[in-house]
Structure formats: C-alpha cells, structure tokens
C-alpha cells in the first residue's frame, strides 16, 4: 500500500490508549499517535518503567499530551481500576498491544494461564469494560496486536487455560489465536456501527519479547540463541509498529481486517512497500469458536458486554 507513519492524519482532539507503553512496539505506537496531536495515555505495569518511557517520550516529541496510567492484565482487578479510573473522559483509540510470549507455565492473578490471561483475557476485559466511552466516539477503533504465530496452534475450547498440557509455544499460539477470534466476534457484534475492530501482527520486530521466554526457563544459551537472531534478523521497532499505527489511523481500515507489515516494506529504504493485509488461518474465522470463545471469556472475567 505504500503507507508510512507520515501519512498518519492530524490527531488532535482525539484520544488513545496503549497498553504495554513502556517499551517496543507499543512505546513506538503511542509516540506516533502523540505527534500527530492525539492524547495519549500509556498502559503500563510498572510504575517505574511506564514514568521513564513517558519522559522519554517528552524529549522525543516536546509537544505531546502524553500520560502515564498503571494497568497490569495480569490481574483484573488492576483492568477494572483502569477502567474505573478512565470514568466518562473520550476515548477513540484502543490499542490492545500488551504481550507475553512463550514463557514458562504461570497463572495469573485470578488463576488463568499467564499467556491467555495477560495476550487475551486482560484485554478482553480492558475492551469490555471501555467500550461505551469507545461506542460514544464518531469514529473509534480497537486494534489487537496479534503475530503470524498464531498459527502454532488453534484454542482448545476444553481446555483454555491449559491445566491437561503445558507448552509454552503452543500456549502463546493458542493465546494469538484467541485474538484473532475476539476480533472476528467483536467486528461482527460491532456491524453497523461507528466502532471498527481490526487486528494486526508486527512480524519479527525488535522486542524484549523474544528474550524474556528464555531468560525466565533459565536457558542462557536459548537466551543467547534468541538475542542472536533477534539482532541479525529482527526489524525495528518502527517497522513492526507501521501495521497497529496503519489500523488505528489509515482510511477505509476493514473490521475483522489483518494487517501486517509488507514483504520487503520494513527493510526497504523509508518504508516503502508499507503494511499489507496478512493471511491468518483459517480457523481464526470460524464464527462457532468465536462466539464460544467469547461466552466463556465473559464467563471468565466476570465482564459482561452490551454489544
């Protein structure tokens, strides 16, 4: 398509939030979203690191209306605190960036698996519990950072949250999967109205992701392996922001679309060849698993939606 963050419109008046801020794909984001004008407000488990990223943010665009709120999906408690806190203020952006990836069996706060509870569940709940702010803007989007991993593995209906078998790989495909899914079910629920769904994949950008797995088995030479290729092989942090930034501000963006970056488009010289839509799996259209996928996340998190 040819498209750069410079054709990012004029943004002012409009306001987004982006979780998992601090760093990667998700700092990039709302650093774009901040200089073209919207007001940004940055997602972030920690105190510590969301405040450096929002400084840092300042001295990279001086001009920007950036805030810094605490949100940790790994806990729904923390999700309705957000929400909560949010109240009546517009919101016409939500970017559903957060992740973790094939990281050792763990629960959550409430005692999901860690991959669905935190890539899924936490940001099924975010959406739900801000889609009336989002509903109350004239032309909103939610976008849900997925990854061509999702092709590991379809969701286990019986068996979300992983309690037969563990893998953490197939657990993370699992989880990515299940965004593809909430997406699909949402844009169908959302038809006709001014709410767009889109998901969208970075492909093998530059991301802390791609270590922490390892590190945490206590590999060091996976470690070492993983920061290798990450080095060698791995785009920036730019290029694998282009398609969430694509999703969230281009025209014409389709719901239940997929968008990823193009080919050759993240290492040819300023972009070009852009983002492009992605093939996704099959399953990841299957209106059954969708609408089942979504009644058991309701029955989950607790978090009933009016749509």
Known sequence: MGWTVRDIPDLKGRTAVVTGANSGLGYVTARELARRGARVALAC????????????????????????RLLDLADLASVRAFAVEWGERRLDLLINNAGLMAVPYARTADGFEMQFGVNHLGHFALTGLLIDRLLASPQARVVTVSSVMHLLANVDLRDLNSQRKYGRWVAYGRSKTANLLFTHELARRLRGRHVVAAAVHPGFARSALHTRGAR??????????????????????????????????????????????????????????????????????????????????EELTGVRWGV
């Open 45 to 68: 488990r920690s105190q510590d690191r969301g405040q450096a990223a929002l400084e840092r943010l300042f001295d990279e665009v001086p001009e920007a209306r950036a805030e810094m």
């Open 216 to 297: 945490l088995v206590g590999s060091r030479l996976q470690e070492r392996l993983a920061r290798l290729g990450t080095r060698l092989f791995a785009t920036p942090p730019e290029a694998g922001a282009t398609p969430s930034l694509y999703a969230a501000t281009a025209p014409g963006v389709a719901p239940d679309s997929f968008t990823g970056p193009g080919l050759l488009g993240p290492r040819v010289p300023r972009g070009g060849g852009g983002p492009c839509d992605a093939w996704r799996a099959p399953w990841t259209r299957n209106d059954v698993a969708a609408a089942r996928l979504w009644d058991a996340s």
